[in-house]
């Protein structure tokens, strides 16, 4: 109740790090306009990678995307596997594909007594585009959308369970494009996140960020959620 959650201790940070690579330049792309180095997209990028379920190296678990989590669409109506959505996003490539792991939430999700809890993620299965109807392969029951409920989209795809992907500590882990990560030892708090960009005109990616102190392993970046009761009411 609010009364217990005026005197709950504030939240320790978490001690989980993150570290990004590119892979070695490959052979099939000397004819591409970018040099021959590891990053071997064509666009710009900011990948977001972000933790999905709490834990440490051996049970979190992670996403990612490569628009930095942009991709997202207000839910207006459930029923089953049937989400109804407010837009499809702005085109094809900033839109929704047969496939693709997407997160549903709302407001209780990112704003309730533990802020910042994961939404539950779902594969598509088929896309209505004339009634705005997404279909999951598995039917959507906890999302209520009276809460600003969302559909939000991700690129993991190898791996990839409606529990996130595995941190495999002390591995290397390919995103795509030439790029890795890797995650040190620790405890990794839900929503936390570590955004990566990458450059095609130097083929690499901005790793360590910039403005960081330099080390190859960086800790995360969270959005801090204060709540503050008014009143306790015996």
Sequence with gaps: ?????????????????????????????????????????????????????????????????????????????????????????????????????VELSDDSYLFGPAPNQPGELFQIQTISAEHLTITMTGPVAQIDTTRNARLRRWEQSVSATPNGVALSAGSWLDLENGIQVRFGAGQFVSGDYWLIPARTASGQIEWPPCGSNGAAFQPPNRIQVARAPLACIH
């Design 1 to 101: 109740d609010c009364c217990t959650e005026m005197y709950l201790p504030a939240k320790v940070a978490a001690s989980g790090t993150l570290s990004a690579q590119t892979t070695g330049g490959s052979s099939d792309c000397s004819c591409q306009p970018t040099p021959s180095a590891g990053y071997r997209g064509l666009e710009n990028q900011l990948y977001r990678v972000e933790i999905h379920k709490a834990g440490n190296q051996a049970t979190a678990t992670f996403k990612w995307s490569r628009e930095n989590g942009s991709v997202v669409v207000a839910v207006t109506n459930i029923s089953g596997a049937d989400v109804v959505v407010d837009s499809r996003g702005p085109d094809a490539n900033l839109g929704f594909q047969v496939g693709q792991w």
